[in-house]
């Protein structure tokens, strides 16, 4: 089974800093794909970017990046320039392709993190 | 183009009844899978529908049921409610028949289920 740990509960900071959250995660697969996904007070995931475990290239989507170390089972997302519709909860979620049985889970994800930015 | 809807937005059940809850996917994707987050939590994956056949299924007990029809909407069914079933509940669909990380997942706003 894979576990995602989010170690920050909460972050706050500036409009127009920069921001880096925190993911680990474990698996014994080889084939997988992470996530960032924001959840307005709306309520509705939105993803933000992904990653292929395969590609060594981190991915990026505009203000949105992240810090992929397969070897360490680290997954950050870094937010350029933020903004105060950035704030939201933002959840880091695996997929893994199982091998035995095939199929998969569903997403699997950490507990979250509350990003504030401040005015 | 309308997302993933839910219905309804927010309900409230005493322990012991049932309740059923309602997703209409986005246009063009034909496979719907349920999530629970409970409060301060992420989402837990319950089920997935393609094919209106349950096809993977989470460490869920069997009191959570689902359905998907011809339309490839799709309903959660939760019977004999417990307290701790109290959570939102998120549906989302995706297109190319079983999940995977290669596609995109649409999340709806979610059902608010409160049980007393």
């Known amino acids: 089974a894979q576990t995602v740990t989010q170690s920050q509960p909460e972050m706050s900071v500036q409009e127009a800093e920069t921001v880096t959250l925190s993911c680990t995660y474990d698996?014994?697969?080889?084939?997988?794909?992470l996530f960032w996904y924001k959840q307005p007070p709306s309520r509705q995931m939105i993803l933000v970017i992904r990653?292929?475990?395969?590609?060594?290239q981190n991915a990026t989507e505009n203000r949105f990046s992240v810090n992929f170390q397969k070897a360490a089972k680290s997954f950050s997302l870094k937010i350029s320039d933020s903004q105060l519709g950035d704030t939201a909860m933002y959840f880091c979620?695996?997929?893994?392709?199982?091998?035995?049985?095939?199929?998969?889970?569903?997403?699997?994800f950490g507990k979250g993190t509350h990003l504030i930015i401040q005015p | 183009d309308a997302g993933v809807t839910q219905s309804p937005t927010h309900l409230i059940k005493t322990r012991g009844q049932q309740v059923t809850l309602r997703c209409s996917p986005k246009s063009g994707h034909d496979t719907v899978s349920w999530y629970q987050q409970a409060l301060g939590q992420g989402p837990q994956f319950i089920f997935q529908y393609y094919e209106e056949e349950e096809r993977q299924r989470g460490n869920f007990p069997d009191r959570f049921s689902g359905h998907q029809f011809p339309n490839y909407s799709s309903e959660l069914n939760v019977n004999a409610l417990l307290l701790g079933d109290s959570a939102l509940y998120l549906c989302?669909?995706?297109?190319?028949?079983?999940?995977?990380?290669?596609?995109?997942?649409?999340f709806g706003a979610g059902s608010r289920l409160t049980v007393l």
């Open positions: 698996t014994s697969e080889s084939n997988y794909y």
């Open positions: 979620a695996f997929w893994g392709e199982a091998y035995s049985g095939g199929g998969a889970d569903g997403l699997t």
């Open positions: 990653q292929e475990a395969y590609k060594q």
């Open positions: 989302a669909s995706s297109s190319g028949g079983l999940y995977s990380g290669a596609n995109v997942l649409t």
